[in-house]
């Protein structure tokens, strides 16, 4: 199977894990959801440290996974809270401001340039936030043009969602420091491994009653684990076959993915207003893409 059919399934499994969440377990707390989409996950890929090229890290892998696995244990919280309480349409999208947030930070900070493409990947992800909230324009007092994209900050789901891209964008440079210390074979079933053993330990501690989702899995519970495991492992059987820039931007069709779902499933309104801004929000991350991968 080639790089991008592998993509094309990641992102596909992740829309449906996302869906299969929202239906079937949406009346449970925030560390059982946690604890089923990233602990559950975590034993089912257990073989896979097996299979994985033996490693043995660096002390400074330490140091960057260190960093990055609290800031993953609280993405994990923002995003089950933002598809279990709002619509996927208005939440999902904003997993594509991650790689605009990655090219302002790496302009302002590190003096990186931006591209053309990359600029106008930029102009095309605030256009479609844009469009997607467009029936909040006449809910201001007064009505503005800015309402629209001021209605991001005010809906709580997608400001959870938005609060997952920001995060998402700082532990992409710190995978990518953890990286420098480890196989990249190995590198995905070390990560995922500690990230999922992070989050049974934290949630064990904060809120033991969640550890019943691993003592006593339901149905539900596998449907949901196996999608992410499935997700899991396509993205590095992906990543090992293309750019990272290329993969992530197929990747990011699980918004559209999520849309259609999300229409079907909660019968969500707006669909063509909301795929026309889904699409020009990936068409978005496929142009940072482009002028990432040609950097």
């Given at each position: 199977?080639?790089?991008?059919?592998?993509?094309?399934?990641c992102a596909l499994a992740l829309a449906l894990a996302d869906t299969a969440t929202k239906r079937f377990l949406a009346g449970y707390p925030a560390a059982d959801l946690?604890?089923?989409?990233?602990?559950?996950?975590?034993?089912?890929?257990?073989?896979?440290?097996?299979?994985a090229p033996p490693a043995s890290p660096q002390p400074a892998f330490w140091l960057w996974m260190g960093a990055a696995l609290p800031l993953e244990?609280?993405?994990?919280?923002?995003?089950?809270?933002?598809?279990r309480d709002s619509p996927l349409a208005l939440t999902l999208p904003?997993?594509?401001?991650?790689?605009?947030?990655?090219a302002l930070t790496g302009y302002l900070l590190l003096g990186e340039t931006l591209s053309s493409a990359g600029?106008?990947?930029?102009?095309?992800?605030?256009?479609?936030?844009?469009?997607?909230?467009?029936?909040?324009?006449?809910?201001g007092r007064p009505p503005t043009w800015f309402t629209p994209l001021m209605a991001i900050v005010r809906h709580r789901g997608s400001r959870y969602m938005l609060g997952?891209?920001?995060?998402?964008?700082?532990?992409?440079?710190?995978?990518?420091?953890?990286?420098?210390?480890?196989?990249?074979?190995?590198?995905?079933?070390y990560y995922f491994a500690l990230v999922g053993g992070a989050t049974v330990l934290?949630?064990?501690?904060?809120?033991?009653?969640s550890l019943k989702t691993l003592a006593r899995p339901r149905p539900a519970h596998f449907l949901v684990a196996g999608l992410m495991a499935a997700m899991i492992l396509t993205h590095f059987?992906?990543?090992?076959?293309?750019?990272?820039?290329?993969?992530?931007?197929?990747?990011?069709?699980?918004?559209?993915?999520?849309i259609v779902l999300g229409a079907l499933f909660f019968a969500e309104r707006h669909l063509a207003r909301n795929l026309f801004a889904g699409a020009l929000m990936v068409g978005g991350v496929a142009l940072i893409a482009s002028g990432d991968a040609a950097v």
């Open positions: 199977m080639g790089w991008l059919a592998l993509a094309l399934t946690v604890m089923v989409r990233f602990g559950l996950t975590s034993l089912l890929l257990v073989p896979w440290l097996f299979i244990v609280l993405a994990e919280v923002l995003y089950v809270l933002a598809i904003y997993l594509a401001f991650t790689p605009v947030l990655t600029v106008s990947g930029i102009l095309l992800v605030v256009i479609g936030a844009y469009v997607l909230n467009l029936d909040q324009a006449r809910l997952v891209a920001v995060i998402y964008g700082i532990t992409s440079v710190l995978g990518k420091g953890a990286l420098q210390y480890l196989p990249t074979a190995a590198f995905g079933a934290v949630f064990a501690l904060w809120q033991p009653t059987m992906a990543l090992a076959l293309t750019e990272t820039a290329y993969m992530i931007a197929v990747k990011r069709v699980s918004i559209l993915f999520g």
